[in-house]
């Protein structure tokens, strides 16, 4: 039962993703008692990207050197060697020395092992450092040391951040707590959905303090509410004032473009924002993992399902949709795959969003000979398309969002289309565990809290617990790169309530396709037959 529970209420959810009305920011708690940083300036960021990741502020590809080969520097990271705060390391009987500006410019200089000495670094002598190979005296370094091909501004970069490595520390993590941060909608707004998320986070995080923590650490939730014009606004003042490490689940429907940009202008790791359209634009923003796919993803799979269903060469293809930015952008997204398996008839649609005719829409398509339909309207909208259709005996193959259109459309599909309705859904109820629902179970019992907000509760509950697993794998020296690295080599993780996450470095979507679902209108069975489509 529980199950269905939360697959029913992920309908009913992502239906209501884009709200409005009057901004509401609340902090539950105070601010974190910490001394302010200075963020890091553009130049010292891009020096940090080299150092950790090798990467170029040109986008052009750094060579690093080992004696006669020629590789990658994203593969001979500085940090690889030195580590993420410079200390140094001493690894196989090979020792990587301190690389903090400060300890390179000691004014008595260095004395080396094997007794080798010189006097401090300068800009102009490590310049020949890293390119040449050779100390201040002129001494060859180790052949551990690659040397690198690097533009003058790379190498300017490096500087500038090498003298600020000591002092880049991450917010939010003491010996003692880790900051953690979450944006939600109002709490009066969605029927209690905020208020839901937030009691069952704070419930998750509650508990594995009780068990101790991580290495020790307690967790410290700082939530902020506030309708979709508030959600960049909220985040900036989790970042900026409450100082949080990372920020995990909540909403931000709405506001996708500018949560994304955030994350990545202030370099913050977000686990977990429920959305229904994930960015995905490139280059990659390596700060953001979502859990699910969104609405562009489920309509390529849908795109993808019926290429296998219909002749191509034979197939007339309508792609339906209201005239609005947010349904335009996913009808593209559908007719670019369409086009992808070479349909020969595409035809897109689109109509007044608060003008829509579906006696007039069914018959002018089905005189058309449109046999394939993408419907990207509302349920009510689909609904009135279904009756229509089947007044005047038109049964093309119809393909719709279930996100969009809703659980209830099942009670319109009657017997003549039956095998003939197909919707998208990100996960099915298959896809909780009896694990996964027993513990889900557990917890709001636990905590005295109501299951109405199910599937709300049930995302914020897998994005709490990936974040947990990851900042378990990184260990006691915590960083948000180290976070991030570990996110990315997450792989068919399990969370019990939803299907198994996979991210990568170059994938921040951890379920990538949807399920494409029937009706069965006899037995009144929903969903009749299921069958997962990924999408790269």
């Not at 090979?94 to 800009?123: C, I, Q």
């Not at 102009?124 to 690659?146: C, E, H, I, Q, W």
């Not at 709405?254 to 913050?268: N, P, R, S």
């Amino acid at each position: 039962m529980i199950t269905r529970l939360i697959i029913v209420s992920l309908i009913a959810i992502a239906g209501c993703l884009v709200w409005s009305g009057p901004s509401t920011v609340q902090s539950q708690t105070a601010a974190v008692q910490s001394s302010q940083r200075r963020e890091l300036t553009l130049q010292e960021k891009r020096g940090k990207a080299f150092y950790l990741r090798g990467e170029s502020a040109s986008g052009q590809e750094i060579t690093a050197m080992m004696g006669e080969v020629d590789v990658p520097a994203s593969t001979l990271t500085c940090a690889g060697c030195h580590g993420n705060r410079g200390e140094g390391r001493t690894e196989g009987g090979v020792t990587a020395g301190n690389m903090s500006w400060s300890f390179l410019t000691k004014p008595y200089g260095h004395t080396d092992e094997g007794g080798r000495k010189h006097p401090p670094f300068t800009e102009a002598s490590f310049v020949r450092l890293m390119t040449a190979g050779f100390d201040p005296a002129g001494n060859k370094l180790a052949v551990a040391m690659p040397t690198y091909r690097m533009p003058q501004e790379d190498m300017a970069n490096l500087i500038a951040y090498l003298k600020r490595i000591e002092t880049d520390t991450d917010p939010g993590v003491t010996d003692t707590s880790i900051v953690l941060g979450t944006v939600l909608p109002e709490k009066a707004a969605l029927s209690g959905l905020a208020q839901s998320m937030g009691d069952v986070l704070q419930a998750y995080f509650a508990e594995i303090n009780s068990r101790g923590g991580i290495y020790n650490r307690k967790i410290e939730l700082r939530l902020m509410y506030g309708d979709s014009k508030a959600t960049v606004p909220n985040m900036k003042h989790l970042i900026e004032d409450d100082q949080v490490f990372a920020i995990v689940s909540g909403l931000t429907a709405g506001a996708e473009d500018g949560a994304a940009a955030l994350t990545q202008e202030k370099e913050v790791p977000f686990v977990g924002p429920s959305t229904l359209l994930p960015q995905r634009d490139l280059p990659l923003n390596r700060y953001i993992f979502y859990l699910l796919s969104g609405l562009k993803e489920q309509g390529r799979a849908l795109a993808t399902f019926a290429a296998k269903k219909a002749d191509a060469s034979k197939s007339r293809v309508a792609i339906v949709s209201p005239d609005l930015e947010f349904n335009r952008s996913i009808a593209a997204t559908i007719e670019a795959q369409v086009k992808k398996f070479r349909w020969s008839s595409v035809t897109s649609i689109y109509y007044a969003s608060d003008r829509f005719s579906a006696t007039e829409f069914v018959n002018e398509s089905h005189q058309k000979g449109f046999d394939t339909i993408f419907f990207l309207g509302s349920g009510i909208e689909a609904a009135a398309v279904l009756r229509e259709a089947e007044t005047v005996g038109w049964t093309p193959s119809l393909y719709m969002l279930g996100s969009l259109v809703g659980r209830n459309i099942s009670e319109t599909v009657t017997v003549k289309m039956k095998d003939k309705v197909f919707l998208a859904f990100p996960t099915v109820p298959a896809d909780v565990s009896a694990a996964g629902a027993a513990e889900y179970s557990a917890l709001l019992q636990r905590n005295k809290i109501d299951s109405t907000h199910a599937a709300a509760q049930a995302s914020a509950i897998a994005a709490a617990r990936i974040l947990v697993h990851a900042l378990e794998l990184c260990g006691k020296d915590l960083s948000r790169e180290r976070l991030i690295t570990t996110l990315e080599g997450l792989y068919e993780y399990d969370t019990g309530l939803m299907p198994r996450i996979t991210f990568g470095p170059n994938r921040r979507i951890g379920v990538l396709g949807a399920y494409v679902v029937t009706i069965d209108p006899e037995k009144k069975l929903f969903p009749a037959s299921s069958e997962w489509v990924a999408v790269d």
